[in-house]
């Protein structure tokens, strides 16, 4: 009986320290879990700024091609005008420089 009682103590040690290792590895594994979260969290926190930075950047971008043709188109109608009260939009003929 006493032979049983120590194989039992034993059984039960070995079993305490198994589930110590385990709890330990548990332990990790949610460490390491928890950084990668984190670092997850951090890379959807990073995207998202960028995501940000180039929805405004291509905002201006916009805002300053639509100035870009605005002040074309202006020039365009100054230029037409110019030609009109000068004459120059008038037709003209293309003659050779050289007699034939």
Do not use: C, W
């Amino acid at each position: 009986m006493a032979g049983k009682y120590l194989v039992l103590q034993q059984e039960i040690f070995n079993l305490r320290q198994r589930k110590t290792a385990l709890e330990e590895k548990l332990s990790q594994a949610e460490k390491l879990e928890s950084i990668g979260n984190q670092r997850y969290q951090d890379k959807i926190q990073e995207l998202e700024s960028k995501r940000q930075n180039l929805r405004h950047t291509h905002s201006k971008l916009r805002q300053q091609l639509e100035q870009i043709r605005t002040r074309q188109e202006e020039q365009r109608q100054r230029q037409q005008q110019e030609e009109e009260e000068d004459g120059v939009g008038e037709p003209t003929l293309d003659l050779p420089l050289t007699p034939p």
